[in-house]
């Protein structure tokens, strides 16, 4: 039995599955954000407001409220990159195997029950592949009584 070793050289196998996954992560990720932003945002520029409004001009205090927006916005584009790109990473090491599993399985259904379904070290669904496998050698067994 021959162990190949796969090296991942595509991100994105199986589109439907790693969006919808990436969506959820990314929804979490910016409402948990949104939230405790917020509280600490609105709190905050309540409090400084009312203090700078009696040392800047009202004019003046605006701009610096308007910075610190563009900064924030800014920043959460940024953040949502990041959630963006680790929930691919993340997802892929389903959705791969995923789509091993179905390659496999036309392979198997094809009549070749010579190779074995082999995962990438990090990978998830390392049990369901070796009932795949387990599958595999018992039909072998039995093709060939």
């Not at 927006?69 to 963006?84: E, G, Q, R, Y």
């Not at 990473?89 to 074995?116: E, Q």
Request: aromatic content about 10%; some cysteine; glycine content about 6%.
């Amino acid at each position: 039995m021959e162990k190949r070793l796969y090296k991942r050289t595509r991100y994105i196998v199986k589109a439907k599955f790693q969006m919808k996954y990436v969506g959820l992560l990314l929804l979490v990720a910016l409402a948990s954000a949104a939230i405790s932003g917020y509280t600490i945002y609105y709190n905050s520029w309540v409090l400084l407001g009312e203090k700078l409004a009696n040392v800047y001009p009202q004019g003046r205090l605006m701009e610096i409220f308007k910075s610190v927006n563009i900064k924030l916005a800014v920043s959460m584009v940024f953040v949502s990159m990041l959630c963006i790109g680790i929930g691919i990473l993340v997802s892929h090491k389903i959705a791969g195997p995923v789509y091993r599993m179905i390659r496999f399985l036309d392979d198997l259904t094809a009549g070749d029950y010579s190779k074995r379904l082999v995962l990438r070290r990090k990978d998830e669904l390392k049990d369901l592949a070796e009932a795949i496998n387990r599958l595999t050698v018992e039909l072998d067994k039995k093709k060939k009584a």
